[in-house]
């Protein structure tokens, strides 16, 4: 579970991330995790974004992860992924045609 004011989030998130893949992001001398990618009612990550973030490398691309989050897709009717997630519509099998997409464009 998280508890992001908890004294030992930063030991809940690290064990977490050996887990799941998440978006990281470097402010200063801590690191900012984006929200879409947890459910803060059920204290968890969000299954979808864990496994688009495995496969956009977010560990190792963190920067690049979080640009395809919020890019609009033109198949996808110009909504980003984030859009997406938050309407209930990220599927996994749309997440592997969008990501495959991003690959053949790269």
């Known amino acids: ?3 992001p004011n908890h004294p030992d989030a ?13 978006i990281r992001l470097p402010r200063g001398l801590n690191w900012e995790y984006p929200a879409f990618q947890f459910d803060i009612a059920a204290r968890a990550v969000i ?17 690049g992860a979080l640009a395809w ?8 009717g110009a909504q980003t992924p984030l859009e997406l997630l ?3 519509q990220l599927t996994t099998r749309l997440v592997d ?3 495959a997409m991003r690959r053949q464009a790269m």
Not at 47 to 63: C, M, Q, R, S
């Open 69 to 76: 989050w919020e890019t609009p897709i033109r198949i996808a």
């Open 47 to 63: 299954p979808i974004a864990a496994y688009a973030n495995v496969d956009l490398k977010a560990e190792t691309d963190p920067w």
């Open 86 to 88: 938050a309407r209930g």
């Open 10 to 22: 930063d030991l809940r998130l690290k064990a977490l991330r050996e887990k799941v893949s998440l």
């Open 1 to 3: 579970m998280l508890y």
């Open 97 to 99: 045609i969008l990501t």
